[in-house]
């Protein structure tokens, strides 16, 4: 299955308890609440480059199935993961301690955040 198009955020549920688990500051996450993301997707084989734009924050990430890579947190710190590819529609990784899951079905990704009990769902549909 092929993640490559652009998707906007739907909806979100647990965005301001789970930003504040990870230590975004509460104006960023005020600032972020209500504005509808667009996530950019280019795959090709195995090699995924991501453009994530939330209002004037862009943040871009790169990686290979299986390979460790450099990801840029909605933090802005960089960290070293390994991002997985489970069956043919899901993408899994998981970095200081938040599990991270994405799951393509048809035109919808959703995503899916769990940092300890705080699970940040966002859907987002293909534009």
């Known amino acids: 299955m092929n993640f490559s198009?652009?998707?906007?955020?739907?909806?979100?549920?647990?965005?301001?308890?789970?930003?504040?688990?990870?230590?975004?500051?509460?104006?960023?996450i005020q600032k972020g609440k209500d504005i509808k993301g667009v996530?950019?997707?280019?795959?090709?084989?195995?090699?995924?480059?991501?453009?994530?734009?939330?209002?004037?924050?862009?943040?871009?990430?790169?990686?290979?199935?299986g390979e460790e890579c450099e990801l840029q947190t909605m933090t802005g710190e960089k960290v070293k993961a390994v991002?997985?590819?489970?069956?043919?529609?899901?993408?899994?990784?998981t970095f200081k301690g938040i599990k991270s899951v994405t799951e393509l079905n048809g035109d919808t990704i959703t995503s899916t955040m769990t940092l300890g009990d705080i699970v940040l769902k966002r859907i987002s549909k293909r534009v």
């Open 39 to 65: 996530t950019e997707i280019v795959q090709n084989g195995k090699h995924f480059k991501l453009t994530i734009t939330t209002g004037t924050r862009v943040i871009q990430n790169e990686f290979t199935l």
């Open 5 to 28: 198009g652009k998707y906007e955020l739907q909806s979100q549920e647990n965005f301001e308890a789970f930003m504040k688990a990870v230590g975004l500051p509460d104006d960023l």
């Open 83 to 93: 991002v997985q590819l489970e069956g043919e529609n899901k993408l899994v990784t």
